[in-house]
T-cell receptor, first 115, second 114 residues
Framework: AQKITQTQPGMFVQEKEAVTLDCTYD???????LFWYKQPSSGEMIFLIY??????QNATEGRYSLNFQKARKSANLVISASQLGDSAMYFC????????????FGKGTRLSVIA | DGGITQSPKYLFRKEGQNVTLSCEQN?????MYWYRQDPGQGLRLIYY???????QKGDIAEGYSVSREKKESFPLTVTSAQKNPTAFYLC?????????????FGSGTRLTVV
């Protein structure tokens, strides 16, 4: 069964600094997708970035990049030049290709950006 | 604009009552999902549906029921059998079942037992 582990319940970062949010996963499938979502205090879920297991390059979307290390089964989110608006919960999620399985989420990391 | 609408935003339930949370999408998405969110627990899957008139249980289906009579609608009923229903409920949809297809989420319903 697939599983997502986020070991950092909370993180602090200074404004304009970079921060890395950790995510490790467990799956027996060779084909899978990894996602990161942001949840502000309003509760909405905002898609940030996607990485496929066969993608050779790490995904990037603006200030977000995904540090994908397949052998270590890790998919860490890197946020560059943090802004106050980045303060939120961040969830890592995974979807296996076989069996049409739904997304499985980690428990999340609460990021607080300090001015 | 297309999207997912969840209603109501806030819902209060008395002990022993059934309540139904609404989820409607106009994205023409095939699959729809219900997740429950508790502090420190992340999102846990309650039910999901890949096609009309079919749905599967998730990890925490006990005390909940769903229906999928129309492609656009996937209501969730929290029954009196759910002993601890106070939580934030999120509905989502996706266009296909490929691994690269992420979700579109609704804005959530916060349910409180009074």
């Amino acid at each position: 069964a697939q599983k997502i582990t986020q070991t950092q319940p909370g993180m602090f970062v200074q404004e304009k600094e970079a921060v890395t949010l950790d995510c490790t996963y467990d799956t027996s499938d060779q084909s899978y997708g990894l996602f990161w979502y942001k949840q502000p205090s309003s509760g909405e879920m905002i898609f940030l970035i996607y990485q496929g297991s066969y993608d050779e390059q790490n995904a990037t979307e603006g200030r977000y990049s995904l540090n994908f290390q397949k052998a270590r089964k890790s998919a860490n989110l890197v946020i560059s030049a943090s802004q106050l608006g980045d303060s939120a919960m961040y969830f890592c999620a995974m979807r296996e290709a076989s069996g049409n399985t739904p997304l499985v989420f980690g428990k999340g990391t609460r990021l607080s950006v300090i001015a | 604009d297309g999207g997912i609408t969840q209603s109501p935003k806030y819902l209060f339930r008395k002990e022993g009552q059934n309540v139904t949370l609404s989820c409607e999408q106009n994205l023409n998405h095939d699959a729809m999902y219900w997740y429950r969110q508790d502090p420190g627990q992340g999102l846990r899957l309650i039910y999901y549906s890949q096609i009309v008139n079919d749905f599967q249980k998730g990890d925490i289906a006990e005390g909940y029921s769903v229906s999928r009579e129309k492609k656009e609608s996937f209501p969730l009923t929290v029954t009196s059998a759910q002993k601890n229903p106070t939580a934030f409920y999120l509905c989502a949809s996706s266009i296909r079942r490929d691994r690269g297809d992420g979700y579109t989420f609704g804005s959530g319903t916060r349910l409180t037992v009074v």
